[in-house]
Each structure stands twice: as structure tokens, then as C-alpha cells.
């Protein structure tokens, strides 16, 4: 039986690593850890340095004394085209010759600078047309994502779209259902947001805003340097120092701006759906946990948002585990979970 690949989510801030296996009773954790990468390493859900991030990558897997070299990695970011189409019902033979030509038609980047892959969704026998999960990716950058991974001396078997990711780990944890839920994971830089629907992906978007504007803007009015803002966003400082009062109205304020912008989101996915409501919210990613943010998105959508646990049905051995690690950092650990769910040769 093919073993689950390593989940390497490689982050503008930080490397996340979660291996997995397989048992009767459901999943159960092997490994986890972080790594942080150097600023501008990656930007924007592009390689800027691989060289940098190889580096951190190779380091996190030898301080988790991982032997297994093969891994699956997500590609985000305006580079990342996702898009349902309609096209004249065909088999899947047919349909596997015909997608780069229907591509040609839906994403903004010649047909030969990009990866494409594709699901069928549905196939209506009334009008004898299908819907169909079509997937682009720049070449490019899913080459500088591959070549970090070659030079840390591991085997890039799966490279898929973060916000599929994000899915396959709630999936695992709360089962699927026929509510319409957003999911959102909020990076340092990226935030995706995926909306479900009847256990579909129904909507993603990519919005190049996360936990850096928090800390850039603290800077700014305050400032500091990069590790006290972060401290201070984090709600921790150094020694006894106190929290400067003016933290929390900066936090208030960028949560405000970011949450408008994910409102947004969801209001053009209501605007283009017949289903007219979300549920609920479920956040991921660091920067969820800024309380300040959890209730802008409540205020603003007027929904209930909670917290994703990408352990909820993962089995994590507490004699093994420093629990309080785990716990601190699980919010981060939700695209990596997702990979780490995959094996060689999956489709979408």
C-alpha cells in the first residue's frame, strides 16, 4: 500500500511539516513542527530565494529526524487560477485532450506557461453538458516551489492549490454536510478562502492580505522593530515590558480592514450563488487567532466563526508530544495536515 506523502507548507513566514499514518482507527500523528523562513524568502506565493527556503526546509526535517523523502506541497496566490466551467458532456478520455484547449478560454495565461489539471464535478443528462473543476498553475513558480524542495534533498510527488488542502483537512476532522460553510486560512501574506458547498468546493479566492499587515502597521505607528511588533501581536512581550495601549486600536483596526476584505469575498459568492446564505465561518492559519479579527468577521458576517482544529480526529500520543506545542501552534498546522493526506498519483 502507497504511504502517505510528507505535508510540507512552505509559508512566507514559517515551513510547516505534519506527517501522518494511516492505522484502523483513523490517522494518527507522526511528526509536526515549524521552521521560520527569512524575510522575503517567499512573497506573495512565489519563490524569491530557494536557496533560503531549502535551507529551512532540510533543517526542520532533520531537527524532526524525518527519513521518509517524499512530500506533497500547495501552491497559493495570484499565480493560482481556479474556476468551474461548463463544457458539452464528453468521456474522460475525450475531456483529458480537450481541457488545455477549454483552459485557453477561462484563465488569463497562455496555455503553455501554465500547469493544468481538472475534476469533473457533475454531468447533466437534460442538456447534456458537464461541470467541470478546472485548475492552472504558472509553471514557473510551481518550478521554483519544486526546485526549494529538490535542494533540501526531497521528492516533490504531489504539488496541488493550498485551498484544496484546507479542505481535505476539515473534511478529515468535521466530516462533510450540507451546510455552505467558508473556510478561511489567514497566512502571513496569503489568505485563502475556500466556501463549501453540499460537501463541493464552491467558490476560492486568494487575497494577498495577512498577519504582516498587523505587524507592518505596528511598526509603523509605533516604531519598533519586527520581533517586538510581532511579540506585541502575538500578546507576549519581553521580561515584564507592558503592551503598549496603543496595540490594541492598531489590532482593532487592521482586523476591521481585513475583515471587510474577506466580506467582500463572501458577498460576491452570494451575489453568483442560487443558494443565497453561508452558515458558518471556520478560521486557519496564525493570524486566526487574533481575537480582534474572530469578531470583526462575526460583526460583519453575522454568523457564527470559530476555530479549525486540524487534530479534532487525529489521533496525537501526549507521552510523545509536547502538547503544549501542539496547541499553541495547531491553527498554523491546516494546509499541512491537508498534504499530509496525500499520496502519489491523487487526483484533485
Known sequence: ???????????????????????????????????????????????????????????????????????????????????????????????????????????????????????????????????????????DVVADYVEAVREARLNPMVVEVAAFSLQNCYELNYGRSNETVALLNIGASISTVNILQNGQSAFTRDVTLGGNAYTEEIQKQLGVGYEEAEAYKCGGTAGDEVIPEEVDEILRQQAEAMAGEFQRSFDFFLATTASGQIDRVVLAGGTAQVPALRKAIERRARLPVELLDPFKTVTVDESTFDMDYVRANAATAAVAVGLALRQEGDNL
Open 1 to 139: 500500500m502507497a504511504k502517505n506523502c510528507i505535508g510540507l507548507d512552505i509559508g512566507s513566514s514559517a515551513i510547516k511539516v505534519v506527517q501522518l499514518k494511516s492505522t484502523k482507527r483513523g490517522y494518527q500523528l507522526i511528526n509536526f513542527g515549524m521552521e521560520p523562513v527569512p524575510p522575503q524568502t517567499i512573497v506573495d506565493g512565489s519563490v524569491m530565494n530557494a536557496s533560503a527556503a531549502a535551507e529551512a526546509i532540510a533543517s526542520l526535517f532533520s531537527q524532526l529526524k524525518i527519513r521518509h523523502t517524499d512530500v506533497a506541497i500547495a501552491v497559493a496566490g495570484h499565480a493560482v487560477i481556479i474556476k468551474k466551467i461548463t463544457v458539452p458532456q464528453m468521456t474522460r478520455e475525450e475531456l483529458e485532450e480537450q481541457i488545455h484547449w477549454e483552459a485557453e478560454h477561462h484563465i488569463p495565461f497562455a496555455k503553455d506557461d501554465v500547469e493544468i489539471d481538472h475534476q469533473i464535478l457533475e454531468t447533466s443528462a437534460v442538456d447534456n453538458q458537464m461541470e467541470v473543476l478546472l485548475v492552472a498553475a504558472k509553471k
